[in-house]
């Protein structure tokens, strides 16, 4: 599960992210709730709107930002991207303790924010595979996805109390200062140690890699997942800010509820650590299982009841976004690596912008019940076209397309050489390129 700790640069770059995830997860609690409680009376819609600015930019930056992950340094990048991260924060944190905030001007620092989000997010998924073999990039992804999750954990619920205790600017400042965490941890990393880089990985921009995204099915499924979901059934500040307000709960009650969400989140983060490799199969049962639990959650009469769903709702969708990052990397050709990803950077974060204000109006037009049942919709269509994929393209056979060599020596134990299932990748990088493990029993 944490064979990845082996290498000390990730050892390294985990520690900094924890801290500085935490602080994001402080920091995302309080933006939510001085949207919806400081700056409006309750107006979802404002919300979704806050998070539309937020998560548009990498879906209109595409083109820019997967481009730069393959073309410099993706440390460099990194190290730029995370200062400004910081003086944002401090700048939103000042106005906020003045109390010269206004929505318009907290709508342009979300802007602001995305801008600057849509440029780090691709670098940072291609760096973790820049840091480990590629026999962990799997495992490296789904430890990273589990120190996010350990970070939902803490965050929205010292959030949240900290919104009552000193106010909603101080968390921002808070978060400021915990970015130290992550560019200490950049500064650190030996450089020497990091994956060459691939001289041809600029070559063809974006049209390179959504040709390449294109001409593989099993990639259009995930990403069609992954749109539907990220678009009406990942809206959880939405979702949970919404369902304290009508529970009767305050800031520290939505902290708690999301924190509550992140412990299903890093029981489904550990577990995909455990696989030996991610599998499209795992992502359109995961969708299904999110769309269950959705309907389930929308049902809860009371505040502990719904918290309790959350737990199943945060495994159900860290599964799938896990899995679906690690097939992303792990099948991905390295030289298109960074396009392919700021593609399936844009597909979740900029899907937002489509689902965040439909959820809000829907939420504020019909209940948070409602629209958790939008969500939940959502999943379950994403399902039906994933099982419709696996029938139609016959992933079913698999056991016609495995094959066994076995070799025999008296002097010798025996070497099983296992074919990794081709139905797992293209067809034409199965055919050219057979992947082996070895394994000896």
Known sequence: MFRSFANINYRIWFAGALVSNIGGWMQAT????????????????????????????????????????????????????QSLLLLLAIAVGALLLTDVMTLPMMLCFAAAFG???????????????????????????????????????????VGGLLIVAVGSGWVFIINAATFLAMLVALLMIRRSQLAPRMKNRSRGGLAAGFRYVWGRSDLRVVFVTVFLLGAFGMNFPIFASTMALAFGAGADGYGILSSVLAIGSLTGALLAARRDRARVRVVILAAGGFGVVAFVSASMPTYIAYAVTLVFTGFAIVTLLTTANGYVQTTTDPSLRGRVLALYMAVIMGATPIGAPIAGWVADQFGPRVA??????????????????????????????????????????????????????SDEAAATTPIRTTRRD
């Open 115 to 157: 801008v600057v989000n849509a440029f780090d997010a691709p670098a940072r998924q291609a760096f973790v595979s820049d840091m480990v073999s590629t026999g962990d990039t799997s495992n490296a992804v789904a430890l990273n996805s589990a120190s996010f999750n350990m970070a939902r954990m803490i965050g929205p619920a």
């Open 372 to 425: 958790i049942m939008l969500g939940g919709t959502a999943g379950l269509v994403a399902c039906a076209i994933g099982v419709t994929w696996v029938l139609v393209s016959g992933r079913l056979r698999r056991d016609e397309s495995r094959r066994f060599a076995v070799t025999l020596d008296e002097t010798r134990p025996i070497d099983v050489i296992d074919e990794v299932d081709a139905s797992e990748f």
């Open 30 to 81: 309080a933006q939510d709730w001085v949207v919806l409680t400081e700056l409006t009376n309750n107006d979802a819609a404002a919300m979704g709107a806050t998070m539309a600015l937020q998560f548009g930019p990498p879906l209109v930056l595409v083109s820019l930002t997967g481009w730069a992950a393959d073309r410099f340094d993706r440390r460099r990048i990194l190290l730029t991207t």
